[in-house]
């Protein structure tokens, strides 16, 4: 698989650059990145209908949140972003391919094109945080020094220069979610998709978090993030989805969670 990496200095003025887009072998290649889209898609679970009919188009640069109390097939979407799930029918269009129709096997490829931070952070408990975040390049071919550039622009970004030593167990949540974001970011991806990354923080830690999504998108990574904290919603006033019972019943370019 052939791969177009970011430079070391490339993480270190992440947020002052354009994204390095990375290539994913047979077939996939994000290196035009030209949003993302859902085309009528359906996902059902059994006999529950989790998501009905949706259709969603992201421009890249952009970012938009997805909204919606518990239970409103918010991850459900979210997942549909990076392969976790498959429509039951509909396509999931990632830089202009389908992912939905891609095979298993390519879906590790694909995941490196994108950051991509989760709720619970999965962070390696017995690792330092300088190793979580090395992890994701190390398996590159890419020389110690160039890792050790990379990782420590990552956390620059973040503002944890100063915890590469520690462990997760010595983080705060918000700490844990601020080296989960660095990790999404050191492969240099240009898009980064985020699924509840506050829903277990404390109010100043969740618009710490939130502050953050906002300045790596002004510099031309698109993030898609979800989150039924309407108290963030309100405060950014960005492109805001409202999803209830699996279906987008609003779509406000600059809006709040509630119109």
């Known amino acids: 698989m052939q791969q177009t990496l970011a430079s070391g200095e490339r993480v270190l003025e992440l947020l002052d650059e354009e994204p390095v887009v990375h290539e994913v072998s047979d077939g996939v290649d994000l290196e035009s990145f030209t949003g993302a889209s ?23 640069d952009s970012i938009v949140r997805i909204a919606g109390k518990s239970g409103a097939g918010k991850s459900t979407l979210m997942k ?5 799930e498959t429509p039951t029918t509909g396509t999931v269009l990632i830089g202009g391919i389908n992912i939905a129709n891609l095979p ?3 879906v590790p490829n694909l ?10 952070y999965k962070l390696l408990q017995n690792q330092t945080v300088y190793d979580n975040i090395a992890y994701v390049i190390r398996t590159l071919g890419i020389s110690s020094s160039d890792i ?16 590469a030593k520690a462990k ?21 991806p240009p898009l980064l998709i985020a699924d ?24 031309g990574i698109t993030v898609i993030v979800s989150t039924h904290d309407y108290t963030l919603v309100d405060r950014f006033r960005k492109r805001v989805l409202t999803l209830e019972k699996g279906e987008i019943v609003r779509d406000i370019q600059a809006g709040t969670y509630g119109q």
């Open 168 to 188: 997760p167990t010595e983080l705060s949540g918000g700490e844990q979610q601020r080296v989960s974001i660095a990790r999404a970011l050191v492969n240099g």
């Open 196 to 219: 509840e990354p506050t829903g277990n923080l404390d109010p100043k830690n969740s618009l710490e978090v939130m502050q953050i999504l906002e300045q790596i998108n002004q510099r």
């Open 104 to 106: 298993p096997e390519k």
């Open 80 to 84: 549909m972003l990076y392969k976790e």
């Open 148 to 163: 050790r550039t990379r990782v420590t622009g990552a956390l620059k970004v973040v503002g944890l220069l100063d915890k």
């Open 111 to 120: 995941r490196r094109c994108m950051g991509i931070v989760f709720q619970d």
């Open 38 to 60: 859902l085309n009528r898609v359906d996902f059902s679970y059994g006999n529950e209908r989790i998501l009905d009919s949706i259709d969603l188009s992201i421009k890249p």
